[in-house]
């Protein structure tokens, strides 16, 4: 057997588009591109969306839109991938790390609420695995600490409050309290990776909610200067007869999303129901074993939360890093792929460097060192995930029986 973690599902109707675009002649930044932007605000609920090149690029240009910069701080969760916080360091604004609630993948509402200054312009909160933060109560906490907030420009005054960015990487598709991800925060920031439900090659999104006084199409138009290096008109504006001419508005950035790349996208996207459909019942045939032998799970299905199935992490009973190594490479001699989500980011070398260290956040800590993320993705057979299971539960209890004796 050979199961890797997360290979992308492409079928024909993704082929077929692909095909049509590089049939079209057209292959950056085009009609399909616009068109994948109108489908996922469509799908989330929002007024608009604007297409990108990743979701570090949607998180960053957010954070620029917004003019956060030198001398302001961001919060974010010491428990996610570096893209996280890099976006941070980037704008030059200060990187503020907040720990995880004990025996959660998510974000300490009160340990975020004290790291709260005169400084604090947004709240980066991470929607872990697909299953959704607490909205309700980061707006809560934003609305509370509003006589601390010192807004910098035209969109920071009309909010008049510490602003929510969120890390919906894994979220696409999923529930909060009946409203789909990309509706809830201020702004959303999707992910279309190669390993993502929905996948563009590369890729990413932003979605945001109206904001009164402000003209959506104001905030598209500024997203799309930040993306192709200030220029007035895109590529296919230009293409209309006698309008070459075009300014640069301001020196900016190249991360603009391709029309092969949204051809992908829109591929994805008509599949996708059945796609989260399918995910929902690997989850449950793992929940049904690994909870029975005694492992904790994240859960992904409550009356309150849906999530998008995007990753499946269990917590060995032995809370040990070797002991979880050892099991990871056991299962990989099996041609099972298995992953750590995540290492927390104090325990890397550059937030080292900025002075973070693993001593100051022992929760996030705590879930580390026992997490191990299963295979979860489309193309997996029901008698696939019965191989995973099997072979899982029974390294495991023989790493466990070593371990103690």
Known sequence: MNIPFSPPDIS???????????KSGWLTTGPKTKLFENKIAQYTGTSMGVCLNSATAAMELTLRLL??????????????????ASVIEHVGA?????DTKKNSFHVDYEQLEKAITPRTKAIIPVDIAGVMCDYEKLFEIA???????NPSNKLQKALGRIIIIADAAHSFGATYKGKRSGSLADFTCFSFHAVKNITTGEGGAVTWRDIPGIDNQEIYNHFMLLSLHGQSKDALAKTKLGGWEYDIIIPAYKCNMTDIMASLG???????????ERRKQIIKMYDKAVKQAGIEVMEH??????????????RIPIKNESLRNVLIEKMAKRGIATNVHYKPLPMHTAYK??????????NAFDMYRNEVSLPL?????????????????????????????
């Open 353 to 362: 460097k900025l002075g973070f260290q693993i001593n100051d956040f022992p």
């Open 266 to 276: 829109l591929g994805q996207l008509q599949r996708y129901p059945e796609l989260l």
């Open 301 to 314: 299905y409550t009356d309150e939360y849906s999530s998008s199935g995007h990753l499946y992490l269990t």
């Open 94 to 98: 200060k990187i503020v790390l907040v």
């Open 377 to 405: 993705h489309t193309q997996l057979k029901d008698e696939d995930v019965e191989y995973v299971i099997n072979n899982f539960l029974e390294i495991l209890k023989e790493s466990i029986y070593h371990y103690v004796t």
């Open 67 to 84: 003019g956060v910069g030198e001398g302001d701080e961001v919060i974010t969760s010491a428990y996610t991938y570096t893209a996280t």
């Open 12 to 22: 024909d109707i993704e082929l077929n588009e692909v095909i049509d675009t590089l």
């Open 143 to 149: 609305n509370k600490m509003r006589g601390l907030f």
